[in-house]
């Protein structure tokens, strides 16, 4: 027995490790909370160097695209090249601050629209698997953002916050598997309740097979999760699947906010309204 | 039991940083190579079962701290394919880049089912077959490709270190007989 257990200590740490991770796990489900102290002591530890990375990545991005626009312009004149280099690096920073500009103001319009008061973000770092879409953004508890509060684009809504950090926080994206919202179709006024299969994609479930579903609707929060406010646009229908097996259709939604490529949004301080006694 | 090596924990959490910060610029079709578990495989792959499973365990809980999932899935997943690596390394004998390609995405693709397992059976209610598909074979197929071509790229013989070796002038190559 000994010899055995001595011969496969690997395999044997291997199935406890995972034996552990599942009894963690499930413990995490049963009593949700905020970050632990061991997610808030890597986050805090890697947050600057997400922050430097992303920032040095985009500025070679710039550089990059910009050396490849301008290489066939650039005159063999020393001073004009320079002249050319001076203004191209000035450019591209009046570029990047101008589109920045104009996504802020995208949001500062959408903050003015729903009516609540919200908080512009950056996203400075997004999920570090493929399994669980989520972004991190450089808003947290130090500017009053707290767990739960929505976060939207001008297009449409991109989740809520799920882990807030002092001086960050991580947002869980609708496209997440384990994000769930209350939605209805805007047009037939049909409910369901949309979540996340972690490919980019969502799923209406609880959609009966006798409702009025097209491709092309539109889906909107309904509110009735308390969660979200109500009437933000959600996503289009792409597919829909009355024969699947079960009481329900099987409607595949296409987010309205492209979720690859935020880099800005803004974080909601949303109170459901009190429900009527 | 093996210990972590420091030098090999400080490259498991350089790449979890690339990976949160600009692992989208290398997504194609939205899926992206995980850096983590090609290093994992790197790293596990010569230094046997003991230390593969050490060293996915370590870049799991990394990858779980940042990704905002529950903690313990990626731990448990990397520490699988890590022992596996470990296992794998010591029984072939020529790791070239077609042992790799399979290596790698055999290893992915058996994370890639037990995380999609424990994400159907904890959190969510979909199909685990769907979520396989959809999710786990794309991303071993990106693994494989992304994980062998660095593999190759850092590699001593190949061309691109042959190349700087000579420009350098540190290493000689090819020395005459």
């Not at chain 2, 992304?146 to 270190?161: E, H, K, Q, S």
């Amino acid at each position: 027995m000994f010899q055995y257990i001595s011969k496969n200590k690997s395999l044997i740490i291997v199935l406890v490790v995972v034996l552990a991770s599942f009894v963690w796990m499930t413990s995490q489900i049963r009593e949700p909370g905020g970050p632990t102290l061991l997610e808030r002591g890597v986050a805090g530890l890697a947050y600057p160097f997400v922050v430097s990375v992303d920032f040095a990545a985009g500025t070679a991005r710039g550089v990059w695209e910009g050396y490849i626009y301008l290489v066939g312009l650039v005159p063999e004149n020393d001073r004009l090249s320079e002249e050319n280099g001076r203004l191209f690096r000035e450019n591209t920073g009046l570029r990047e601050k101008l589109e920045r500009r104009s996504r802020v103001e995208e949001l500062w319009t959408l903050k003015e629209d729903t009516g609540y008061p919200a908080m512009p973000a950056r996203v400075v770092g997004r999920d570090s698997t493929s399994w669980f879409k989520s972004v991190w953004v450089d808003a947290g508890t130090d500017d009053g953002v707290a767990k739960n509060m929505p976060a939207v684009v001008a297009y449409g809504l991109v989740g809520r916050v799920i882990k807030p950090y002092s001086g960050s926080a991580r947002v869980m994206l609708i496209t997440n598997p384990g994000s769930s919202v209350s939605c209805m179709l805007e047009r037939s006024r049909e409910n369901g309740i949309l979540t996340g299969d972690g490919s980019g994609t969502c799923t209406l479930s609880y959609v009966d097979k006798k409702s009025d579903v097209a491709e092309g609707d539109l889906v909107i929060t309904s509110g009735l999760d308390m969660v979200y406010p109500k009437a933000m646009p959600v996503g289009v229908v792409t597919t829909v699947d009355r024969d699947a097996p079960g009481y329900f259709q099987v409607v595949r939604v296409k987010p309205t906010a492209d979720l690859d490529h935020i880099e800005d949004l803004l974080i909601m301080k949303y109170s459901p309204p009190a429900k009527e006694q | 039991m093996k210990n972590i090596r420091i030098p090999a924990a400080l490259i498991l959490a350089a790449a979890a940083i690339v990976q949160a910060s600009a692992g989208d610029a290398l997504s194609f079709y939205g899926v992206k190579p995980s850096l983590i578990f090609i290093t994992i495989y790197a790293l596990s792959i010569r230094a046997g079962e003991g230390r593969g499973l050490l060293y996915g365990a370590l870049g799991g809980i990394i990858e779980d701290c940042l990704s905002g999932g529950l903690l313990g899935l990626m731990l448990s997943g990397n520490a699988v394919a890590g022992y596996l690596a470990g296992r794998m390394g010591k029984r072939v004998y020529n790791v070239g880049e077609v042992a790799n390609f399979i290596g790698i995405f055999l290893l992915s693709l058996t994370q890639g089912v037990y995380v999609s397992a424990a994400i159907v059976t904890l959190i969510s209610s979909g199909d685990l077959l769907v979520a396989v598909v959809r999710n786990a074979l794309p991303q071993a197929f990106m693994n494989a490709a992304a994980g062998t071509f660095l593999l190759w790229l850092i590699d001593r013989d190949a061309p691109v270190m042959r190349f700087l070796a000579r420009l350098t002038g540190r290493v000689q190559v090819h020395p005459q007989v």
